[in-house]
């Protein structure tokens, strides 16, 4: 069975820390995805990989960052919390098929 | 003009009845469409993957895709009260291309 993981389900941090989510997959793939889901707005992609040590920014890369240091591992990271990074965060990965998995997400609020 | 457009619904139905979702997209090049169920504070769940035109069918679901008219269903038949969740279709270009999102429909299948 295919599997995505997320670090945390649930997150409370305080405005200006530095919050880091990470995102395991097993199942061998070259490219991860990160994106937040906001209501009304949909899923937004932040950043994506398509090996170790690439990244691409998406269509709203501001305020955050990422790390790729293993093919199975892929951590977001917020530099320093706002208020408006208060989100759903959703970790993907996608193989040679081009079929993409979600992991289970996690729910942000910073106060 | 967004890449992916999606009727955001509600959609209500009785249970047994069968359900239509729909997408229309504008790019092209797309080659490969997805459709994911996502229920409440959940991570999407990919439900069916096409590549390229034509029909594919998974028990009480079938998705089509018709690439001359840039639209893709989904159709759900004798749906359940367990089918109530929000449904995104999703398409990409290929390998190490971003996906598109349509925003959801969120339906309902009252008993």
């Known amino acids: 069975d295919v599997k995505v993981t997320q670090s945390s389900r649930y997150l409370v941090k305080r405005t200006g820390e530095k919050v880091f989510l990470e995102c395991v997959q097993d199942?061998?793939?070259?490219?991860m995805f990160w994106y937040r889901q906001d209501p009304g707005l949909g899923l937004r992609l932040i950043y994506f990989?398509?090996?170790?040590?690439?990244?691409e920014k998406g269509d709203i890369p501001e305020g955050y960052s990422v790390s790729r240091e293993k093919k199975e591992r892929f951590s977001l990271i917020l530099e320093s919390a706002s208020t408006n990074q208060t989100s759903m965060y959703l970790c993907?990965?996608?193989?040679?098929?081009?079929?993409?998995?979600f992991g289970p997400g996690t729910r942000l609020t910073v106060l | 003009q967004k890449e992916v457009e999606q009727d955001p619904g509600p959609l209500s139905v009785p249970e047994g009845a069968i359900v239509s979702l729909n997408c229309t997209y504008s790019n092209s090049a797309f080659q490969y469409f997805m459709w994911y169920r996502q229920y409440s504070r959940k991570g999407p769940e990919l439900l069916m993957y096409t590549y390229s035109s034509g029909n594919k069918e998974d028990g009480r679901f079938t998705a089509q895709v018709d690439k001359s008219s840039k639209y893709i269903s989904l159709f759900i038949r004798d749906s359940q009260p367990s089918d109530s969740a929000t449904y995104l279709c999703?398409?990409?270009?290929?390998?190490?291309?971003?996906?598109?999102f349509g925003t959801g429909t969120s339906l309902t299948v009252i008993p």
């Open positions: 993907a990965s996608s193989g040679t098929h081009n079929e993409q998995f």
């Open positions: 999703a398409m990409s270009a290929g390998a190490g291309n971003q996906f598109y």
């Open positions: 990989s398509y090996d170790v040590k690439m990244k």
């Open positions: 199942m061998d793939h070259e490219n």
